[in-house]
Every structure is written in C-alpha cells, then in structure tokens.
C-alpha cells in the first residue's frame, strides 16, 4: 500500500487542497477547491489523466460554509484516496507570529500557542484551525504540519518590521508580520530554478486575489511587504479595505459609536472592491461591468497597486522584475496593463498580446514582467516531506 499526502488550504473565501503521492517527484493525483463559499459554494476538482491531460470536474454545492466545505473535501478526498494510506497531512497557516519561523508539528502544544493569534488574522487562523482539528480527527495517524504564512517575511530588516510606536509594544508582538509567504517562497524558488541572476536581484512580486499583497525580495528573502500587522494592510482586496488612516477608525468610533465588532465586519467584510463598487468582490464581475462605481474600484485598485511596486522598488534600491502571480495576478489581462500603465520610468512597458495570453514573459522594457502562477500547496507538500524524511533519519 502506497502512501498520500493531503494539503489543506483554508483562505477566507474557499478551501483549497492537493493529493500528492510520496514518490521522489511528489507526483500531484488531485487538485481542487471548494470557492465562492456562500450561498453559491461549488467544487471545482481537477485530475490528471494517464495522457497527461487535466480532466476538470465542478459540482455545485449550494449555501455551504468552511465547516459544510471542509466536511465535502474530506469524505471526497478518502473516495480520491482509494486504497492509499494518508501519511501526512499539510495545512496553510495564515499566522505564525514570532515563534513559528519554519513549518512545525502541529501538536497540542503548538495549536494551542496558534490559538492565541486567532485575534491577529481573524478571517483565516479560526478556520485554519478548525481545519487542522477536523484533519486530525479524519486521519489520526498521519503526520500534521502547519507551514505560515508570515514565516517567510521573518527576515525583514527591523525598519520594515516595526511601527513608530512605543517600543514595548513591538517586544509584545506588535509588528509587520507579512502574509502570503507560501506564495512567494514559491515563486522565489521558481526564480531560483529558471533565472540565478533574477533570483539574486531586485524582484517585486505581486500576490494578487479576493486577499491581496505584495513583497519585495532580493536574493530569496523578504525585505519589504505591503501587509503588515494583519491581512488588512497594504493593497485593497475583494472585501478588505487595504491601508488606511487609523484617524478614520477613531472617528468611526467616537461619531458612529462603532465598537470592536463592528469594525471588524466593516473592514474585514465589507469593504475593498466590494464596498468601493457597491456590486461584487469578484474581479471578473466588475471587470465585465459598465457601471461607473465598478470602473472606478477597478482604478483604486489598479492605483493602489502602482503605487506600492514604486515603493518597493525604492525599498529595493531598483527593479529588476516585476511578477504577477494569483488568481488575478495570472488571470487578469486588464488589470495587469491597468497596473503597469505609465510605468516606463521605472523600465516597465507591457507586449498588449503577451498580456493577453497570460504569457510568462509579458514586458519589453528594461525591467522583466513576468506572469508565474503560484503553488501554495506544493510548497505545504515539500515541507511535508521533509519532516517525514527529518522524522525517520
């Protein structure tokens, strides 16, 4: 009897996961989704034939929420599974805090500290967790690793990893964490893999999706992220509002009579592309649609991130390239070219039919645009099998 390994892959608005066997080469059997959790939740999977074809399957599923969607991918997974024994099972970590730096066992002790940074990104951890608890209790024998999101951000240099606060609040916690670290551990090894010489420069990246943020990295580590305490900062997202004066929240407090609760909805849930257009969240939606409140969180949006790659760049001392990766990052023509417009001065000039085309290559300037899709889950599936090879040595 082989063995499997299972990802899990809990963001704020799907559930992503992976079947993996373990072979040398980590062979993918499975990959899919639940997404649009909500009343219209459906489950995209898609397999790999014996001809190397991808063979696509969508199931609506109807109102389904993290529980009910995690509930379907683990009775489906052992159907997918067969006869193969899981022997590890990886799980995205939104929050790792000071402490968890590398991918760790998630034992009782270790849940428990993770439990205690619920507060600090309250649309992921909780259902991170809970994904964990549900993935324990399916396959008690299997190994559980955690891989955070913020682990990769650990190198930031101290000025991009503290606030002009008192400073005991920094010794309590209080700093830029970063997220999307899976992501960009991904795509740096990429660069690693295919281009030395763009590994060892000065790359911005763009993780762009319903969450949204971008890194600036030299030589594979972090020196700059648009996120920072929480998964709030930086770039507008599909229904988070991005960087914002906290004198807004004080004013929110003191005239509206806003409480925590309340601010944590308006922010977390009812903002970004969603509250900005007063239609959707789903980039495709308002790219499709010909009002002006949707054209307009379209160039916020656009806006908001030209801004950041030039604040980067100047974190970076230069631009060597510029990465595009997410389900909008790899998908999104428009918003690419919305993005890089007016961008020469910093040698970025688009090919409109590379772009097109979700080519890899998609600049002609001096500085490389390149579109790379992400791989979160195989980077869980590395971690995975190097604990085990780490466990039995």
Partial sequence: MSGAFLTLNAGSSSIKFSIYRTDDNLSEQVRGQVENLGPTARLVL???????????????????????????????????????????????????????????????????????????????QPHNLKTVDAARAAFPDALQIGCFDTAFHRSHPWVNDTFALPRHYYERGVRRYGFHGLSYDFITGELKRREQRLFEGCVVIAHLGNGASMCAVKNGRSIASTMGFSALDGLPMGTRCGQLDPGVLLYLMDHDGMNAADLTTLLYKDSGLKGLSGLSYDMRELSASSAPEAKE???????????????????????????????????????????????????????????????????????????????????????????????SA
């Fill in 46 to 124: 898609k397999r790999k034939s014996t001809g190397g074809d991808i063979a696509k399957d969508i199931s609506e599923l109807g109102a389904a929420d993290h529980e009910s969607a995690l509930t379907t991918i683990l009775e489906r997974s052992g159907d997918m599974i067969g006869d193969e024994r899981v022997t590890g099972v990886g799980h995205r970590i939104a929050h790792g805090g000071v402490d968890f730096t590398k991918p760790a066992v998630l034992d009782d002790a270790a849940i428990a500290k993770l439990r205690l940074l619920e507060p600090l990104a309250p649309l992921h």
């Fill in 297 to 391: 969180a379209l160039s916020y949006y656009a806006f908001r991130a030209r801004r950041e790659v030039g604040a980067l760049a100047a974190s970076l001392g230069g631009l060597d390239a510029l990465v595009f990766t997410g389900g909008i990052g790899e998908n999104s023509a428009l918003m690419r070219s919305m993005i890089t417009e007016d961008m020469g001065w910093l040698g970025i000039e688009l090919d409109d039919d590379r772009n097109q085309a979700n080519a890899t290559d998609i600049g002609t300037g001096r500085t490389r645009v390149m579109v790379i899709p992400t791989d979160e889950e195989r980077v869980i599936a590395r971690a995975l099998q190097d604990q085990m090879a780490s466990t």
